[in-house]
């Protein structure tokens, strides 16, 4: 007898794109918990078989020298460009308030290549950070750059001090970022530009129609956004193309959750930032930091794995600028859960964000 595919082999491919007929509301309407009964399979490679096994640490990736990452699961940015959903944020890799040089400036480089080692094929950073400086410790490590490696910057923001962010989306400023962006990347083209954010006291129209022209003109590939709301996107969408929307949420900060449900009717990345709260989600005393150390895994683990499983356009990107760190958050890309374990971390994550 011929066994019918289930619900979830109906609508997902080993591409991790969404695929077929079925009713995708429903499925994304689910519990997150009920996904992973009956030995369903779920792209993040964080496979459900209903025994009670230990959670893989960290080391174990490494010990074996691959590139754990890839377990992560592939999504499609614009349909045309492959990542896999784990990336890294190049954020931390500056000074203290996201200005002038790092402290350790060949960690962080170390940091870089270590994240290609590990299969990581995806990475995110800013004019802003630094500023500058980001962009041009990538550069330093990874140019001439691996094919396949997909890098996203953004523009919009000025910064007059450390910590100090101050909108800016004249079309001016925005063009001049852009230009700055590909000088220090050393790229002829950027396959993601991010609007930083909308600026309020510039029309939607003026920002967004730059970065269309700046796309015609090749400089270019694809357009996202950051820190919007659903109305917001969908009025730029009325002006250019969006294939991606940036937005802070974690395990325990759901408050871009209908954001996340847009992206997913409309196959749309979403990129999480502030996914470890800078380490305040995942400290040992968090109530994460708890379950984890009953299933013998690190709270960083955990947070990223439950965001992995949350949604197949979900594309955490944890920052850091050491080596160790960096693993040991790669590695939650190989983290295995039952049924139950999702059951009981979903449960809390709802309940703190409630």
Not at 169 to 182: I, N, Q, V, Y
Not at 308 to 325: D, E, N, Q
Request: net charge positive; aromatic share 6%.
């Amino acid at each position: 007898m011929t066994r019918r595919p289930s619900p979830l082999a109906q609508i997902r491919s080993n591409s991790g794109r969404i695929t077929g007929d079925a009713n995708r509301r429903a499925f994304f309407e689910t519990p997150l918990a009920s996904r992973y009964s009956k030995g369903e399979e779920f792209d993040t490679s964080i496979l459900i078989d209903g025994k009670d096994k230990r959670m893989q640490n960290h080391k174990s990736a490494v010990q074996r020298n691959q590139a754990p990452a890839k377990k992560s699961g592939e999504f499609l940015i614009g349909d045309d460009l492959p990542v896999r959903r784990l990336g890294f944020g190049a954020m931390r890799i500056t000074g203290d308030g996201i200005w002038s040089e790092p402290a350790d400036r060949a960690e962080a480089v170390r940091v870089l290549r270590r994240a290609v080692e590990l299969g990581i094929n995806f990475i995110d950073t800013a004019d802003s950070y630094g500023p500058g400086v980001s962009e041009e410790i990538i550069a330093e490590a990874l140019h001439p750059y691996p094919a396949g490696l997909v890098i996203a910057t953004k523009g919009g923001f000025m910064r007059p001090g450390p910590s100090r962010w101050v909108e800016n989306g004249k079309p001016e400023h925005l063009r001049s970022a852009c230009d700055g962006s590909l000088r220090r990347l050393r790229l002829e083209r950027i396959d993601l530009y991010q609007l930083h954010r909308i600026d309020p006291k510039v029309p939607a129209q003026d920002q967004l129609g730059t970065l269309k022209d700046l796309q015609v003109e090749g400089k270019i590939k694809h357009i996202g956004l950051s820190e919007v709301s659903v109305q917001q996107i969908q009025h730029a969408r009325t002006i250019v193309p969006i294939v991606s929307v940036q937005n802070r949420y974690s395990v325990t900060d759901r408050r871009s959750e209908d954001v996340l449900e847009y992206c997913e009717k409309e196959k749309m990345g979403f990129i999480p930032w502030f996914s470890l709260a800078a380490g305040r989600v995942s400290g040992s005393e968090s109530p994460i930091g708890r379950i984890a150390a009953r299933w013998k895994a690190t709270p960083s683990q955990v947070a990223l794995a439950w965001l992995l499983a949350r949604s197949p356009v979900m594309l955490p990107i944890p920052g850091t600028s050491k080596v160790k760190h960096l693993e040991e958050n790669v590695a939650a890309a190989e983290l295995k859960f039952d049924a139950s374990k999702m059951q009981e971390l979903d449960r809390m994550a709802r309940a703190r964000a409630n």
